[in-house]
T-cell receptor, first 111, second 114 residues
Framework: GENVEQHPSTLSVQEGDSAVIKCTYS??????FPWYKQELGKGPQLIID?????GEKKDQRIAVTLNKTAKHFSLHITETQPEDSAVYFC??????????FGSGTRLQVQP | DAMVIQNPRYQVTQFGKPVTLSCSQT?????MYWYQQKSSQAPKLLFH???????NEADTPDNFQSRRPNTSFCFLDIRSPGLGDAAMYLC?????????????FGPGTRLTVT
């Protein structure tokens, strides 16, 4: 089955700096790669996703890149703000209407 | 706003006492999922319904059951909760088909077992 590895587990940046979180996946048949933001005590919120037919997608301060050959994808957050502090999860589809999640990255943006 | 609703948000039950968590959705999605999330871990899929078709994950304990009486509602039944079942339980929905894969999560129910 699909295995998703996520790094780093924790990330601390200064407000205004950029943050990058990286994930690798094992199943070359995976075609859909979402990123979720989870704030304390809340459910995960879909923030951006990418499908295998594109290499990059951007939405304001966040962007995701995908390298299918190397089987890795990354989340980039620019001009970070304190409200970006949360746990971020990457995921990949398993082809069975399900997602496999990475282990999560706790992002702390220092004001 | 269309959304995924979970009730209750917090549930306390006693060791061995059956408990039911509920999820409803106004998105008219054809797939509903139940995840278990323990502290500082990723959500772990327990099972999902694709329309009326129930799909259990291989490592989901028999202690966990689910019902989907109609498109909008899905229930998670824990027959005999143990201390290890204390966790956040997340419901999610998706509209599978036509190339759509997005899953939308509810706020979760935090279960405490005493």
């Amino acid at each position: 089955g699909e295995n998703v590895e996520q790094h780093p587990s924790t990330l601390s940046v200064q407000e205004g700096d950029s943050a990058v979180i990286k994930c690798t996946y094992s199943d070359s048949a995976s075609n859909y790669f979402p990123w979720y933001k989870q704030e304390l005590g809340k459910g995960p919120q879909l923030i951006i996703d990418i499908r295998s037919n594109v290499g990059e997608k951007k939405d304001q301060r966040i962007a995701v890149t995908l390298n299918k050959t190397a089987k890795h994808f990354s989340l980039h957050i620019t001009e970070t703000q304190p409200e970006d502090s949360a746990v971020y999860f990457c995921a990949a589809d398993t082809g069975r209407r399900a997602l496999t999640f990475g282990s999560g990255t706790r992002l702390q943006v220092q004001p | 706003d269309a959304m995924v609703i979970q009730n209750p948000r917090y549930q306390v039950t006693q060791f061995g006492k059956p408990v039911t968590l509920s999820c409803s959705q106004t998105l008219n999605h054809n797939v509903m999922y139940w995840y278990q999330q323990k502290s500082s871990q990723a959500p772990k899929l327990l099972f999902h319904y694709y329309d009326k078709d129930f799909n259990n994950e291989a490592d989901t304990p028999d202690n966990f059951q689910s019902r989907r009486p109609n498109t909008s509602f899905c229930f998670l039944d824990i027959r005999s909760p143990g201390l290890g079942d204390a966790a956040m339980y997340l419901c999610a929905t998706s509209r599978v088909g036509q190339g759509s894969y997005e899953q939308y999560f509810g706020p979760g129910t935090r279960l405490t077992v005493t």
